[in-house]
């Protein structure tokens, strides 16, 4: 039986999902956005908190190029990040 606890708040913009008893192969990817505040992050975090595929996620909002940050399951493509992003109202392009 797999066990998931719901997302947790672990510092600045990082969010993160614990799955236990499944090994997962794990990749992160790194995106260029137009996410800029807080409340960009608000209407992201849905969208990507509830993708089972995406282990946990972080916006840098002091770096030039708002960099998102996404580790996922060695299924999800830069393309599927770019989609969910772009589903929340917002820009990505993979760096």
Do not use: H
Not at 41 to 48: C, E
Not at 77 to 85: F, K, L, P, Q
């Amino acid at each position: 039986m797999n066990v998931i606890f719901p997302p947790s708040y672990v510092g600045s913009f990082v969010f993160s999902k614990t799955v236990f008893n499944k090994k997962l192969i794990m990749k992160t990817l790194n995106f260029k956005t137009n996410i800029k505040c807080e409340g960009c992050i608000a209407k992201v975090t849905p969208v990507l908190n509830n993708k089972p595929a995406i282990e946990k996620w972080a916006v840098d909002l002091s770096a030039p190029e708002r960099k998102l940050t996404v580790q996922v399951e060695d299924t999800v493509s830069g393309s599927d990040i770019i989609r969910m992003v772009e589903e929340a109202g917002y820009t990505a392009q993979e760096i």
